[in-house]
DNA sequence: ACTGAAAGAAGCGTTGC
DNA sequence: GCAACGCTTCTTTCAGT
């Protein structure tokens, strides 16, 4: 279970993914060798994932970023089509989602040229019967940050049972 | 302008955010104090926006994730109600869109309640007219990785003129 | 579970090409 | 713009509590 200590170091590295562990352990004022215990252990639980790097989409030639609905000839329940289509590059994320379309994909491409080329990859694996495509325009907010105040710590759990 | 070992940096620490740079060295073949002025230099001119750490949102008591299309009073080409949005904490993401509804964000929630007060929270923004929520049931991929396959490097820009 | 020490590795500035 | 050197700092293991 999360303590209160380890959802400190996680709120810290979230803000800042290269801190180097003696810095994080200065921060918490513990030993660096105690702190990377517990990093290794939220690494090793599944709660830290991976670190990543984020880049400017632009930077890198890929102004475009889309989403797309898609409806799939997929039984109620199953998911074998989205992750044919999990499988095409250019593709950020694809989440099965309720409603009348099954699928919510989003992307990044070049440009209008790149879309032809998704959609036509999309469009190239049986089963897949309709899409509606979303421009976006601009990015307003972008992060992978979670907000952890409703992390499973036994504090927060007090908590939370004295505010109901 | 990104060259192709700029390009093999990139795709590298996409791979691993935390690599070290001696290491990251050793697999261009490289000294490491040239690596590390390339990194700055793409730190510097924003290719690199920041270093970050995935978590796993169920782990942190985030167990749903949701996207909301919203329709707001914002005059054509102003986003002034999307930033308002993009302030509450639990949205990830607020997108400016084309289409019937302006702005399309992502929220992760530790449940129903949390839904409710985010959605209580967006509609005590002033231009808020109408959203739709969208319920993810299951993430098939999601992930920061770019396909830098079309990063403008001149190599590259030589390689799509001659496939033209 | 955490501390503290200690060896090895990496970071990072300087120098020279 | 890249490589080599060297000092500083970090990482990581291990014994101890």
Redesign the interface.
């Known amino acids: 279970m ?1 303590d209160d200590i380890d959802l400190e170091i ?1 709120n810290i ?2 803000n ?3 801190i180097a562990n003696a810095e994080l352990a200065r921060r918490l004022g513990m030993a660096p060798s105690g702190v990377l215990e517990r990093v290794k252990k939220l690494e090793k ?13 632009k ?4 102004a475009l ?1 889309i ?1 797309m609905h898609l409806k799939t000839a997929d039984a109620v329940g199953c ?1 074998a089509i ?2 044919e ?2 499988k095409i ?11 009348e379309y099954n ?2 994909i989003k992307a ?1 491409v ?1 440009s209008t040229d ?1 879309l032809t080329a998704l959609m036509k990859s999309i469009g190239a694996i049986p089963g897949v019967q309709d899409s509606r495509t ?19 710590t036994k504090q ?1 759990q007090k908590k939370l049972k004295k505010d109901t």
Chains 1, 2 share one sequence.
């Not at 590059?89 to 409603?99: L, P, R, S």
């Not at 979303?134 to 499973?152: C, I, M, P, S, Y």
Request: proline share 1%; charged share 20%.
């Open positions: 999360i996680l590295i979230q800042n993914g290269k639980d599944g709660v830290i994932v991976g670190y990543e790097v984020r880049l400017d989409p930077a890198v030639g890929l970023t989403f998911t989205g992750r289509v999990a590059d250019g593709i950020q994320e694809v989440h099965w989602i309720a409603g699928y919510l990044r070049n790149g979303t421009l976006v325009l601009g990015t307003l907010k972008e992060e992978q940050r979670l907000d952890t105040a409703f992390a499973e927060n």
